[in-house]
């Protein structure tokens, strides 16, 4: 075996209260939903900030997704956020989905623009009405307002009479960043100028596009702050955990491969000894990460929670004992099928 727990001794560790939180993908069979159930139950006694629920091209696992949505929300304390797409869709399609989500109590949404089907230009009127990220942050927005425009409360002492609250809820409303660069951009001052625009249409927190090297990300993080970006920018990381797994990752987001991490998993011969080496390596990058400034972690669970809490807990975040906590809450697992790396914009 190649890599080993003592080979992070000298790497620094996240402080224990290091806010977390996890993306999981909806489930295609019945057998699938039951080990997801088991899966959410157990990465929610962890206590993440959110669990995020990615939505198929086109809408493709729209009830699937709801649904995954609302089991977060009835079964656990944690907050599900809904990934949106908004490609191909007209503003009456777009704004119905945006208010079944929220009429289901979501109060969280990833927005991504979507990626154009094969064959398909970017010119194409397929595309649909709503052209960015952007737009969508504001149509999610919009239909917010206009859902609840304002509260009656009772008022003491007065049994029939009622105030008007104005107050509105709280959305919030991520979008995609991308430290190394989306794949149809110009330059890096783009994803920048992109960024800008989506935090000017109420957007609150980033989360990104995933990474191997922490100074990708930390640059990045310094060149949006001196631009203007204020709002909080999630790390996504994603344990790679086999060769086939780091192949299928490349090749749906598009980012160089790592070759000191591509040589260890090659070189192991184990399963268990590929899948230390991901979880090590995501744990390092995970410590430094916070170490260097990152408000937090978002991880790709793959549909399973044992690597993700094993990383969590070689990061320092998790103690031993959450980790045993939190497998005992369920015995079921994951489904073992693959995430899906976004190159939404």
Known sequence: MTASIESTSADPRCPPNTPFSFELYPPKTEAAETALHGTIDTLAAAGPDFISVTYGASGSSRTSSLDVLRYIRRHTGVDPMAH?????SSHA???????EFLDAGVRSFLA???DPPEGLSEGDSFLGDLHSAGELVQLIHRVQAERVPYQETPIPGLPRARAVKTEREHVRIAVAAFPNGHPRSRSTAQDIDTLLAKQAAGANLAITQLFFHADHYLSFIQRAREAGVE????PGIMPVTSPGRLRRILELSGEELPSDLAIQLEVEPTVEGQREIGIIHAATLAARLVAGGAPGVHLYAFNQHATVLAVLERAGILSAADTRRTHS???TGGSAAGSHPTKDK
């Not at 399609?93 to 208010?99: F, H, P, Q, V």
């Not at 709002?231 to 999630?234: D, G, K, R, V």
């Open 84 to 88: 949106l797409t908004c490609v191909g």
């Open 93 to 99: 399609e777009a704004s119905s989905l945006i208010r």
């Open 112 to 114: 991504l623009r979507g």
């Open 231 to 234: 709002f909080p920018i999630l």
């Open 329 to 331: 809450t369920r015995p």
